[in-house]
């Protein structure tokens, strides 16, 4: 019955891999998030779905593409995958009526090789 | 300049002691600010909002000071399991911005 989940927890892959990390959350809340922790500990966001709608797109390469299916998930792809994308991804959702209460996933560490 | 800026620490301290930690953030136009706790290896959880008026929860209390663009989170009587990262958040209207965090050990 975990609020968000995310897998898979580990990916170690080659570069120039195509790889995907799904995001799921049983709150019914409204907006999801995928957020990219680096090595030095940045929390930094990358993209934001509301109610499937993209609403949040930083300025990260066009080779991470977000999906959201439906309003309880939300799936990151990434093409031709570079060293520098090795990071922990965490997803988050939280309910339009309390957007600053971020719940996050337990995160998905992402290694290449 | 970074958003939000902290003192990554490490903060060493004995069990029992008082420590505090700040954060500065860079948009004047900020509307809400957070103190959140990272674990090793596990997602970040909201430990507090802060409010200009200053809000205390238990052991911990964090203050805002709107003119100075300055947050701060104090606390007391630390325990072992307060050993951990703090991340100060600040909500700018779009999104949430996280600092890099400070880092508390307790030690006994």
């Known amino acids: 019955d975990t609020a968000v989940s995310q897998t898979p927890k580990y990916l170690v892959t080659q570069m120039g891999n195509d790889k995907s990390i799904k995001c799921e959350q049983n709150l019914g809340h409204d907006t999801m998030y995928w957020y990219k922790q680096d090595s030095k500990k940045f929390l930094k966001i990358m993209f934001s779905y509301n109610n499937k709608e993209l609403i949040i797109n930083e300025t990260v390469p066009n080779r991470f593409s977000p999906k959201s299916p439906d309003k309880a998930h939300l799936n990151l792809h990434i093409n031709s995958l570079e060293l520098g994308d090795s990071a922990v991804y965490f997803c988050?959702?939280?309910?339009?009526?309390?957007?600053?209460?971020?719940?996050f996933g337990p995160g998905t560490r992402l290694t290449v090789l | 300049r970074k958003e939000v800026e902290q003192d990554p620490g490490p903060f060493n301290v004995p069990e029992g002691a008082t420590v505090a930690f700040n954060c500065t953030y860079s948009?004047?136009?900020?509307?809400?600010f957070f103190w959140y706790r990272q674990d090793c290896r596990k997602e970040p959880k909201l430990l507090m909002s802060?409010?200009?008026s200053g809000n205390e929860d238990g052991r911990f209390t964090a203050q805002l000071n709107r003119a100075s663009q300055y947050i701060s989170l104090l606390i007391r009587d630390s325990k072992l399991s307060d050993s951990a990262t703090y991340l100060c958040?600040?909500?700018?209207?779009?999104?949430?911005?996280f600092g890099a965090g400070t880092r508390l050990t307790v030690k006994p």
């Open positions: 948009n004047s136009a900020s509307q809400s």
């Open positions: 802060v409010y200009s």
């Open positions: 958040v600040v909500n700018n209207g779009n999104d949430m911005r």
């Open positions: 988050a959702s939280t309910l339009n009526s309390r957007p600053d209460t971020q719940y």
